[in-house]
């Protein structure tokens, strides 16, 4: 079984930068895509940003296009860099894997979730 545990996370100003991380552990054999989403009070969980297994393709929400980017050093870790933070990225964000190695956007199109981190922006 695959588990992932996201990490960075922390209090930042509007404009700043952070930088979350996702490594997965376990059976990893698998060519796994990985998304992030996040999910802010009240509201249901969003697309963030989603990379193939071999690091090469991309995908991001209109939101975050241009200021976030996902990138992957090997098969087990992820990132996610965030720039020019803006109040509304204030969320929990998760990574989570899909055994469909395509950019998908739907949360149900992932079969392991890690537990969260927050991420919160200061204006």
């Known amino acids: 079984q695959v588990r992932l545990v996201e990490s960075g996370g922390g209090l930042v100003q509007a404009g700043g930068s952070l930088r979350l991380s996702c490594v997965a552990s376990?059976?990893?054999?698998?060519?796994?895509?990985m998304g992030w989403f996040r999910q802010a009070p009240g509201k249901e969980r969003e697309f963030v940003a989603a990379i193939t297994w071999s690091g090469a393709s991309t995908r991001y929400a209109d939101s975050v296009k241009g200021r976030f980017t996902a990138s992957r050093t090997n098969a087990n870790m992820v990132y996610l860099q965030m720039n020019s933070v803006k109040s509304e990225d204030t969320a929990v964000y998760y990574c989570a894997a899909s055994r469909r190695d395509t950019l998908q956007v739907d949360t149900w199109m992932y079969e392991i979730w890690g537990q969260g981190t927050q991420v919160t922006v200061s204006s």
């Open positions: 376990g059976r990893t054999s698998s060519n796994w895509a």
